[in-house]
């Protein structure tokens, strides 16, 4: 397989020259043993794109050497803040002047519009870039003193070392920019892999890790399976840290992996089940439109996809026909079609696992009172689809289905509103809607979630971290808190005085 290939962009006419290989020491490489590739699919037409290499457990190998040898030499403690802070920096520069082209690029593989993946999710990761370049000449310890007179100890906040970084497909540029970013400010190593769905924009992103200057081996990239590279990086015993991101079943077994092999710290961003709960004094027409965002943005593939929706009994109708009305003017289409507000979802195996809760809602007696139905034709068109009449245990209510499928309930009491809301073994997100600020702060501390929106929902800063409780994760992106992750604290116990008799 040649180490490049021409995606075209049907579009626009266009094409992007797209690596095939493995990304390993700065250079485009076959893969050690492994014949295998995998086929890139455009959800807006089941047309392939282009194939790329299935790195193997082998490749894995390889990329972690690299890592660790980069760490040693070139990279870790032998690298300063404002080196890592500079090169940083640069990157962000070269990923905004190529937004175009990777939004482009994006919008192929994963089906979002260009729009939505130049202004957000390129946006975003640029701003995340920028956001740890200025962390990375303050990562400091502190001084602590011991007795004043002949002891002190002092600590250092040092890069944790080698990390491997899974990501998913439903964001592949942002998730890439959310692990690669703080991992490079606190000075370590990584090898990605990226979804095998959506592996064009990572090897992409890869060509411009080399023009901003970065050595060889500080960022590597294993395209490969899931079952197959991901499963190599995490029972890896050259691995210091794995961050995750995807679903629970998959974090389980990276935790099993992890403790099996050599207790590596472990990060999981994992799924969501999450609340938003609509009081009576809440303005409806606001509260539907974050309801509607919340479900229907990036077409539900969102870990944090409000897809329930709990309405206080005296506004319930009102709300419930607004909601309505703001779903239906959503245009899911071609990401390429400027009028487009949502794409097709990612893949035929996450097209046909949404049908089949839809199919599962209408069976287990929910009432579909929006969409509901298959479009005819190619693509991976799911149209909004909104269920009421549910009950607690119906799968539609208790499962992440990862598309654009809400299921809306009501409730009396503000403590029935909580109980309902906590009802799931996910804690990532939830959001309250009310005018009432002595409701807002008690339902929001009552709330059982990693981020709690109020009077607004699914909005991300880079400066605000993110994470999960309960089923939905250990650890927590972005802000501040994400340098915990990828750092590890040394005591220096220092005697300046006492002598042993
Ligand atoms: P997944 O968890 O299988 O995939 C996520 C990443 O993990 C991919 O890079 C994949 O290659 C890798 N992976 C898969 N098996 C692995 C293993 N055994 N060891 C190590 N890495 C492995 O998710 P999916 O199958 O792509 O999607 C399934 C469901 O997961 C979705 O329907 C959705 O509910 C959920 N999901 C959640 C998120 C999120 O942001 N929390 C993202 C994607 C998918």
Redesign the pocket.
């Known amino acids: 397989m040649s180490k490049f290939t021409q995606v075209n962009v049907p579009a626009t006419g266009k094409t992007i020259s797209v690596p095939t290989g493995l990304f390993i020491n700065n250079e485009f490489v076959p893969s050690v043993d492994s014949q295998e590739t995998i086929q890139c699919i455009n959800p807006a037409t089941e047309e392939p794109i282009c194939s790329v290499v299935a790195g193997s457990a082998k490749d894995v190998d390889v990329a972690v050497a690299a890592a660790r040898s980069a760490l040693k030499t070139t990279w870790g403690k032998n690298v300063s803040g404002f080196e890592r802070s500079r090169l940083l920096n640069k990157l962000a520069d070269l990923i905004e002047r190529d937004a175009q082209e990777l939004a482009e690029l994006e919008a192929l593989n994963n089906g979002k519009p260009v729009k939505i993946a130049r202004d957000f999710d390129i946006g975003d990761s640029v701003g995340c870039l920028r956001y740890y370049a200025g962390w990375a000449d303050k990562i400091v310890g502190q001084s602590i003193d011991i007795d004043n007179k002949t002891k002190l100890a002092f600590t250092k906040h040092e890069p944790i070392g080698v990390c491997g970084q899974?990501?998913?497909?439903?964001y592949p540029i942002m998730m890439w920019a959310w692990k690669v970013a703080p991992a490079l400010a606190c000075g370590c190593t990584i090898v990605m892999?990226?979804?095998?769905?959506t592996p064009l924009t990572a090897l992409k992103l890869s060509e411009l890790v080399v023009e901003a200057g970065f050595p060889p081996g500080v960022v590597n990239t294993v395209p490969a399976?899931?079952?197959v590279g991901?499963?190599a990086?995490?029972a890896h015993p050259g691995v210091d840290k794995i961050a995750?991101?995807?679903?629970t079943?998959?974090g389980r077994?990276?935790m099993e992996?992890a403790a099996k092999s050599n207790l590596k710290k472990v990060s999981l961003?994992?799924?969501?089940k999450s609340p938003q709960l609509i009081f009576e004094s809440a303005d409806i027409d606001q509260a539907a439109n974050w309801a509607a965002l919340g479900i229907l943005y990036n077409t539900g593939q969102d870990?944090t996809a409000g897809s329930r929706v709990y309405v206080q009994d005296s506004i319930y109708d009102k709300f419930l026909q607004t909601l309505i009305e703001k779903a239906k003017a959503l245009n899911i289409g071609n990401g390429f079609d400027e009028k487009s507000g949502g794409g097709p979802v990612v893949s035929k195996v996450?097209y046909d696992?949404i049908w089949s809760y839809i199919d599962a809602g209408k069976q287990e007696g929910a009432k579909c009172v929006l969409g509901g139905e298959k479009r005819p034709g190619k693509g991976y068109f799911v149209d909004p689809t909104i269920f009421t009449e549910i009950k607690p245990g119906m799968k539609i209510v208790k499962d992440?289905i990862?598309g654009p499928v809400l299921s809306v309930g009501r409730f009396k009491t503000e403590e029935e509103a909580i109980n309902l809301a906590n009802d799931t073994t996910y804690g990532l997100g939830a959001g309250l809607h009310s005018n009432d600020a002595g409701q807002c702060m008690r339902v929001s501390q009552a709330l059982e979630a990693g981020t709690v929106w109020v009077n607004q929902y699914n909005l991300l800063y880079n400066n605000v971290p993110f994470g999960g409780k309960k089923q939905s994760g250990i650890g927590r992106e972005l802000g501040s808190y994400a340098l915990d992750e990828y750092t590890s604290v040394k005591a220096i116990q220092w005697n300046y005085g006492e002598k042993l008799d």
């Open positions: 899974i990501i998913p497909w439903n892999k990226p979804s095998e769905f399976l899931g079952s991901g499963a990086l995490a995750f991101t995807g679903s079943v998959t077994k990276i992996a961003e994992l799924g969501g870990c996450q696992k992440e990862f």
